[in-house]
């Protein structure tokens, strides 16, 4: 049967494009030319989603990465599976994600060899999974499975050929140990790597329906409005900050005023105000004070009108 590519739907992803005064050239990414995207590296963020997602809007902090998803035992299930985008991956930002490399091994040396040592991250989309070797739950799990099998499709593998791509002769999901064995990194750690068979599994069978031509694309869910003038409980630890954004550029420093432990009880006073293309909420906080808080993660509070 012919394979037809672009018909894989788009999971969903929320855009949390860093912006060049958050992420500064450089100083967590370099212009190696135009990206061009041939396999997949795995990470672990070895930290929460949204801790992962401020860390990045920290000037100072040389990394970034492509995606990021977030898991229920890290980050709660009203997280579990959210799919964040933090660079273009078809753009020219190619970010520090799976360098430096030394010790490489395996297909992350086959691709050194083969396409240089700007490949590795030029060429390689970087997704990061929360935690560090947690079992993903089934939420997280099919969204990992859902991004993946939609940039294989993008890079134009039929499924038939996995684990390779057919045009590099080497397998398409590549660990980012086999990058930095020599460091002594062993992201993605032993649970996603001895699940990367069944992963590459997972991902056939994702696939066939499409590239086969029997399956039309889903319409994409729309997210759900934040509700205003409402009391909400922290579920979770969760940074306040002095002001909307994640970075008090004036004054070169972090907004953070300090971390309120779950249990944490407020109203939501005003808001939105939009930092980088970002709501942000006023939060009047029980027992402290006022404080913002971005849009995404008021999404995980419990929230009574």
């Keep these: 049967m012919a394979i037809t590519f672009g018909r894989v739907p788009k999971p969903p992803i929320q855009q949390r494009i860093l912006s060049d005064k958050e992420a500064v050239r450089g100083h967590g990414w370099d212009d190696l030319g135009p990206r061009n995207p041939k396999f997949i590296v795995l990470h672990r963020m070895v930290g929460t989603l949204w801790g992962t997602d401020g860390y990045f809007r920290n000037p100072s902090v040389a990394s970034l990465t492509d995606f990021g998803i977030g898991i229920a035992s890290i980050d709660g299930p009203a997280n579990a599976g959210k799919i964040l985008q933090w660079n273009d991956y078809k753009g020219r930002r190619s970010g520090w994600a799976s360098g430096p490399v030394n010790g490489a091994y395996g297909d992350g040396l086959a691709i050194v060899q083969k396409y240089g040592i700007n490949a590795v991250n030029r060429d390689g989309v970087s ?148 930092v980088d293309n970002i709501d942000f909420y006023d939060l009047e906080i029980d027992g402290f004070g006022s404080g913002w808080l971005q849009d995404q993660v008021l999404h995980t509070l419990d929230i009574k009108g």
């Design 127 to 274: 997704i990061e999974v929360s935690g560090t070797d947690e079992p993903l739950d089934a939420v997280s799990w099919k969204a990992l499975v859902h991004l993946c099998a939609y940039l294989i499709d993008e890079m134009k593998i039929p499924y038939t050929s996995l684990p390779k791509n057919p045009h590099t002769g080497i397998n398409v999901l590549i660990w980012h140990n086999e990058y930095t064995n020599g460091t002594g990194k062993q992201c993605p750690f032993p649970w996603l790597r001895n699940n990367t068979n069944r992963l590459y599994n997972d991902i056939k069978a994702f696939l066939k329906p499409y590239q086969e031509g029997e399956k039309k694309p889903a319409p994409q869910p729309q997210p759900e409005p934040t509700p205003k003038g409402c009391t909400f409980t922290l579920r979770f630890e969760t940074p306040i900050r002095t002001s909307p954004g994640f970075w008090d550029y004036e004054n070169n420093k972090s907004n953070v005023i300090k971390n309120l432990p779950a249990g944490t009880t407020g109203r939501i006073k005003d808001g939105p105000k939009k």
